[in-house]
């Protein structure tokens, strides 16, 4: 059984979403198994559009101490007068 | 000193010897030290030579120099035509040749011409080693999950890379190692931060400064920054400084790109391009699966359109001819013969008896394969969660159920025929079945004789017998079946 789309890394299951429409569109699966590949392939895209549209970046600070003084706000808005 | 009034009697002087004057003027010059500043314009450095003879100048005026090579050497700057050099000496005289020369006692580079030399001169001795090559450059990682960023943690480069990461590609971890990136400690320090990173799992690395002098970014031409970067187990990508400036970090780094925000943009993914990548895919997906669908649908329908599941009589019709058919001739022979004439009514069920079930056999193993790839294919149909897809399969579904019902139909139509014509209820109504000592079915008087064993075959069982004798029928001689 094929691993659950939210065990999988972003780029696993991207290339395995790939790997599905190019086997797809190769046109030689019986059909049964193009039905598997195919609800597979849209597990995998719900799965890749939920973790892009929900991500919230991370950032550890391993060294040093990041000055969060420079807000990003007014970084643009500074960047945008420039 | 030469007195200029011959014959003078005051200030007789005697005439001093070219030798003599000479060393006067040597010993004057060269009480004072200088420090000099210009450009070599002529070089002469010849094997075998005890100094190195060089000019410097600048606008109107040019000096020739002369540096014992022991002092050259330990002065570790190569000279070149055009280098800006500061040298320290003492003015002297070449007596042989009455010639002015500038003794150099110690020797640099002046200025930034110093660094940019001295960068250009490890830039070289790297490349020639190879570190430089296109081909051990590696590629950047594809949808990173963890990626490294190295830099100072104040100023506007951490934040434009954090921006830019947070605006395109949220999904990676930034893993951030803040160093300082100026001063004497700032080459050892952006090592440092380069391993911490890699050993967090960096899967590539950011290594980013905002612009600065050459003399700013001169901790990114470090050697041992340079060989850390280029035997990294990890891509690592800078964006340091802006154009032109480039650092001997950039050239080994696996992707240089102009700024710390180019870089963020060199390592990921927008947003944007990779919810369009993914609709495509969707697209590309569905079409491809609603076509392998039709095709699918169009093979059914070429069975349904068959006459053997537009009619389930046509499926039994041989069988249900032949079943009147017996029928009727056993009625027929039943009612010539009467009930005594066991052996030729056993005769015609024993061979109804196998011609029924096997070709019934047959015709319910068709059905049930039929019925088992219409199930497969139809049941798949009911999964596909696209609507047309819904309402098609709901159709096949339709067609499939109609489909089966008159085989249902037929086939209880059928069992019920069967039962009345089974020989195991022929047995029930007090037929028997009567077989040799070899298990052979007895059919004629021929077939034993007094004394022979026989088994008689009821419905309950079997009863074991012994001939007395065999009485032949006066009526065999018409018997005419099949």
Redesign the interface.
Known sequence: MAEEPMNLTFREAMNELNAIVEALESNTLELEESLTKYERGVALLRYLKTSLADAQQKVEVLMGELDTSVDDAQTDTELSKA | MVDTREGSSDNQRKALSVSAAVNIAKSVLSEHTFHIVGEVSELNQKPGYKAVYFTIKDESASLPCLMWISRYKSAGVPLRLGARVEVVGRFTIFAPKGRMNFDVSSLRLAGEGDLRAQVAQLALKLRNEGLMDAARKRPVV????RIGLVTS????A???V??T??RRY??????????PVEGKQAAQGLI??LQ??IQ?GAEEVLLVRGGGSFEDLMPFNDEALARFIASSPVPIITGIGHEPDTSIADMVADLRASTPTAAAEAVSPS?ED??AT?DS??Q??TA??TH??SR?INYVQAYESRPIFRDPNYLFSNDLQLADHYQTRLEQSMGRFGVTDASRLEQMQLRLGRAIPQSLEDQKRALVQAAQRLN??LG?QL???EHALSLRSLALNQTGKTLLDPYKQCAALITSRLQDLSPLAALERGWSITKDDRGGVVRSIDQTKPGAKLAVQVTDGVIDCTVDETTPNPLIAIQDLP
């Open positions: 594809p949808y990173p999950q943690p104040r100023g506007a951490v934040h434009d954090l921006r990461l947070r949220p999904l990676a971890t930034i893993l951030f190692a803040g160093v440092q931060g911490t990173v967090a947003k990779l919810f993914l895919m969707a590309r997906m491809v699966f392998r669908i699918s497969s294919t798949n999964t596909v969660h």
